[in-house]
């Protein structure tokens, strides 16, 4: 079985790297979620705030190099 990916360059350059780093998108919501996870089971802790999340979010992407 194959697929095969189409662009019509450079209109659709922005969706030709979505494609491309969909497995980077996927491994930060994965990570995030065992961070948030760790956090609940080993830290009890039951609330994280919303500027917490937004620094994981952005290191993680930042990592990826999803974010410059």
């Given at each position: 079985m194959r697929?095969?990916?189409?662009?019509?360059?450079?209109?659709?350059?922005?969706?030709?790297?979505?494609?491309?780093?969909?497995?980077?998108?996927?491994?930060?919501?994965?990570?995030?979620?065992?961070?948030?996870?760790?956090?609940?089971?080993?830290?009890?802790?039951?609330?994280?705030?919303?500027?917490?999340?937004?620094?994981?979010i952005t290191?993680?992407?930042?990592?990826?190099?999803?974010?410059?």
């Amino acid at each position: 079985m194959r697929a095969i990916l189409e662009f019509d360059l450079p209109d659709e350059e922005s969706n030709l790297q979505l494609a491309v780093d969909g497995y980077k998108w996927k491994s930060v919501i994965e990570e995030i979620d065992q961070i948030l996870r760790n956090k609940a089971k080993y830290e009890e802790q039951e609330t994280i705030s919303i500027d917490e999340i937004r620094t994981i979010i952005t290191d993680k992407m930042t990592y990826w190099g999803l974010k410059e």
